[in-house]
């Protein structure tokens, strides 16, 4: 086999670019309007998937089977923040409809379940690939840290937990 030459990599085509996605999220529980946050995504991981490995030991040696294929099940994404910090505040109200710690209460998981999509783009921008994200809601909203010594805007930090991924 020969090497990899110039044509061979020149045929392999444009890189796909960090910035060519949208995050689009549903009418999410206690917002009505949840179109700013697409705009607002900074950054977010695609979701991922792994195949748990079965192994079998026979006669002195292991042979390994795909087994089981999981969801990582987690999703990072980053927010831009804006002065009327409405981003933290829909994400505040979503966890609190979910489970409520002063009420003691909460609600199904049909009640703050969502599906969300994660659209990646060419150049032109023609969609790509959409990503459903299934059942999907917020399980941690970070601390944000504030320093009045800096200059810079404010990030929100999100992690949620979904079921499931399929691209559609």
């Not at 086999?1 to 044509?7: D, F, G, H, V, Y």
């Not at 045929?11 to 960090?18: E, F, R």
Request: with cysteine; glycine share 6%.
């Amino acid at each position: 086999m020969a090497r990899s030459s110039l044509q061979d990599t020149l045929s392999v085509g444009d890189p796909a670019h960090i910035w060519n996605f949208d995050l689009f999220l549903p009418v999410i529980p206690g917002s009505s309007d949840t179109r700013d946050l697409t705009f607002k995504c900074q950054s977010m991981d695609l979701p991922g998937t792994q195949l748990e490995p079965v192994d079998v030991a026979l006669h002195g040696v292991q042979i390994p089977y795909a087994g089981r294929r999981m969801f990582t099940q987690t999703l990072n994404v980053t927010f831009l923040e804006t002065h009327d910090w409405s981003t933290r505040e829909k994400f505040r109200r979503w966890i609190e409809s979910a489970r409520s710690w002063r009420n003691n209460s909460g609600s199904f998981s049909t009640g703050y379940w969502v599906t969300a999509q994660a659209v990646t783009y060419d150049d032109i921008p023609t969609v790509v690939a959409t990503t459903q994200i299934n059942n999907m809601w917020p399980e941690n909203m970070q601390e944000v840290q504030l320093d009045g010594s800096q200059n810079g805007a404010v990030h929100l930090q999100v992690s949620f937990r979904y079921t499931d991924w399929q691209t559609v």
